[in-house]
């Protein structure tokens, strides 16, 4: 699953570089006054003459990051007057459906499911991008991101954020105290795991519930461990069903996987063993690195949102992450990522300039500025990335030897990738073995 879905409530330290509220703009038509022309609003001028009209935006992200997401486009609002209603679910995925087709769509979704946008638009319910947010798209986003909102040659929608999600937490401070190394082969991984286990410490904590999306990050693990066992050619044909999901590649991946999640000795820290992974939150699964009950938590960039207040996220704090190690680092770097993509559903004058905003440069430096995000959006100034873990996911996708792929789950139908996968993943945790849990997701995979 691309991003996070609910979000434990937690302050963000020392990272606002706007003052985004500090200097009220007023609207955008508000000519009396002359805030529509004052310094603060110029950025805005061109979005213009929508003074009154609402925006409605859901999405997956919820409670601090959603605090953060409408922060980022208060001074949008003040200066235009165009107000986003904007709302997060955790049950967004099953949702969403359901809104759009009882005719209850919002104007916007930012979906962090490709799969899910080609199923939208396939069916007719996506409006294709305006002419300026299009020519905008193609200016400040990769093209291979840009393929992530293309259906049938139609480009429905922009990436937002970015994530990296071959990432392991840990806590710099236990290494250091107990002499850990970091690893940077799959073998030192495995090695490493097997001394703390030795030392009478779980070396790995792990949740997968969240709600309606439950299972998903147990599918992050094989779609990375696809990516260190496979060629990024033969994770290709799975995400779009080239080979069939039991397909004995696939099988490979899920059973290295199984070494750490279904190795009783290696697992649940703080939790309990293999079945206590199923009921443990995502949000507060890596918790337990700071606390000592465990070593390691496979968990993406977005992670560093989920410590408890005053945790200190750096490569000499409470809390910080490696690179996932490649089984074979001679053959690339194999980087797993995701993101969102915005999306309309409807296409008033409004609800374009909203869409156009939100690929500009100037939105993507107002939201890096406060915090906890990346974006593939070329015009984001790295001078405004102050987290160290944001750093190194930008530092790891800009690397040349990094070979990216999207996550697979989210490239696929959303029967199969936000469905039967996250299911059978849960299956598989809780004791049934890895043909019986492939076969009955590839019986799933549409037609």
Same mark, same amino acid.
């Given at each position: 699953?691309? $991003?996070?879905?609910?979000?434990?409530?937690?302050?963000?330290?020392?990272?606002?570089?706007?003052?985004?509220?500090?200097?009220?703009?007023? %609207?955008?038509?508000?000519?009396?006054?002359?805030?529509?022309? #004052?310094?603060?609003?110029?950025?805005?001028?061109?979005?213009?003459?929508?003074?009154?009209?609402?925006?409605?935006?859901?999405?997956?992200?919820?409670?601090?990051?959603?605090?953060?997401?409408?922060?980022?486009?208060?001074? $949008?609002?003040?200066?235009?007057?165009?107000?986003?209603?904007?709302?997060?679910?955790?049950?967004?995925?099953?949702?969403?459906?359901?809104?759009?087709?009882?005719?209850? =769509?919002?104007?916007? =979704?930012?979906? +962090? @499911?490709?799969?899910?946008?080609?199923?939208?638009?396939? =069916?007719?319910?996506?409006?294709?991008?305006?002419?300026?947010?299009?020519?905008?798209?193609? @200016?400040?986003? +990769?093209?291979?991101?840009?393929? /992530?909102?293309?259906?049938? !040659?139609? *480009? /429905?929608?922009?990436? *937002?954020?970015?994530?990296?999600?071959?990432?392991?937490?840990?806590?710099?401070?236990?290494?250091?105290?107990?002499?850990?190394?970091?690893?940077? &082969?799959?073998?030192?991984?495995?090695?490493?795991?097997?001394?703390?286990?030795?030392?009478?410490?779980?070396?790995?904590?792990?949740?997968?519930?969240?709600?309606?999306?439950?299972?998903?990050?147990?599918?992050?693990?094989?779609?990375?461990?696809?990516?260190?066992?496979?060629?990024?050619?033969?994770?290709?044909?799975?995400?779009?069903?080239?080979?069939?999901?039991?397909?004995?590649?696939?099988?490979?991946?899920?059973?290295?996987?199984?070494?750490?999640?279904?190795?009783?000795?290696?697992?649940?820290?703080?939790?309990?063993?293999?079945? #206590?992974?199923?009921? &443990?939150?995502?949000?507060?699964?890596?918790? +337990?690195?700071? %606390?000592?009950?465990? =070593?390691?938590?496979?968990?993406?960039?977005?992670?560093?949102?989920?410590?408890?207040?005053? %945790?200190?996220?750096?490569?000499?704090?409470?809390?910080?992450?490696?690179?996932?190690?490649?089984?074979?680092?001679?053959?690339?770097?194999?980087?797993?990522?995701?993101?969102?993509?915005?999306?309309?559903?409807?296409?008033?004058?409004?609800? @374009?300039?909203?869409?156009?905003?939100?690929?500009?440069?100037?939105?993507?430096?107002?939201?890096?500025?406060?915090?906890?995000?990346? %974006?593939?959006?070329?015009?984001?100034?790295?001078?405004?990335?102050?987290?160290?873990?944001?750093?190194?996911?930008?530092?790891? *996708? @800009?690397?040349?030897?990094?070979?990216?792929?999207?996550?697979?789950?989210?490239?696929?139908?959303?029967?199969?990738?936000?469905?039967?996968?996250?299911?059978?993943?849960?299956?598989?945790?809780?004791?049934?073995?890895?043909?019986?849990?492939?076969? !009955?997701?590839?019986?799933?995979?549409?037609?």
């Amino acid at each position: 699953m691309a $991003f996070a879905r609910s979000r434990q409530a937690l302050a963000i330290a020392g990272v606002l570089g706007l003052a985004l509220g500090a200097t009220a703009c007023g %609207t955008g038509n508000d000519k009396k006054s002359g805030k529509a022309s #004052s310094p603060e609003c110029a950025a805005y001028e061109k979005y213009q003459g929508h003074d009154g009209k609402k925006v409605s935006i859901y999405a997956s992200i919820r409670d601090a990051e959603a605090d953060l997401l409408e922060r980022s486009w208060k001074q $949008f609002e003040d200066c235009t007057g165009i107000k986003i209603d904007y709302e997060g679910s955790g049950e967004f995925e099953a949702q969403l459906g359901v809104r759009v087709d009882g005719g209850n =769509a919002p104007d916007i =979704a930012f979906v +962090p @499911q490709p799969g899910l946008v080609k199923r939208f638009a396939d =069916a007719g319910k996506l409006k294709a991008l305006g002419a300026d947010t299009k020519a905008l798209a193609e @200016q400040n986003m +990769p093209a291979d991101w840009l393929k /992530y909102g293309t259906v049938n !040659g139609t *480009l /429905y929608g922009v990436p *937002l954020g970015a994530n990296v999600k071959s990432f392991v937490w840990y806590s710099p401070k236990m290494f250091k105290d107990k002499g850990w190394t970091v690893p940077t &082969t799959w073998d030192e991984l495995i090695a490493l795991s097997d001394k703390i286990a030795a030392s009478g410490t779980k070396p790995w904590c792990v949740g997968v519930e969240s709600g309606d999306a439950t299972g998903w990050p147990a599918t992050d693990w094989i779609e990375d461990l696809m990516l260190r066992t496979q060629t990024p050619d033969v994770y290709d044909q799975w995400t779009t069903h080239g080979i069939p999901f039991n397909d004995p590649k696939v099988a490979q991946a899920v059973d290295k996987a199984g070494t750490i999640l279904k190795n009783e000795k290696y697992v649940n820290g703080g939790f309990g063993g293999v079945k #206590s992974i199923t009921t &443990t939150s995502f949000q507060e699964a890596g918790v +337990p690195i700071t %606390t000592g009950k465990c =070593a390691m938590h496979r968990q993406a960039s977005f992670y560093a949102n989920q410590f408890p207040q005053g %945790t200190k996220v750096a490569e000499d704090g409470d809390a910080f992450a490696f690179y996932f190690p490649a089984v074979d680092p001679a053959k690339g770097k194999p980087v797993l990522g995701g993101g969102e993509v915005v999306v309309g559903f409807a296409d008033r004058p409004e609800v @374009q300039a909203v869409q156009t905003y939100l690929a500009s440069g100037e939105y993507v430096n107002s939201r890096a500025k406060l915090g906890n995000w990346v %974006t593939a959006n070329n015009k984001l100034d790295i001078a405004n990335v102050a987290s160290p873990i944001d750093k190194l996911s930008v530092q790891i *996708l @800009q690397d040349k030897n990094s070979v990216f792929r999207f996550d697979g789950s989210d490239l696929m139908p959303a029967a199969v990738g936000a469905g039967t996968f996250w299911k059978g993943m849960v299956d598989w945790l809780n004791g049934k073995d890895t043909a019986t849990v492939l076969n !009955g997701i590839e019986s799933s995979w549409p037609k």
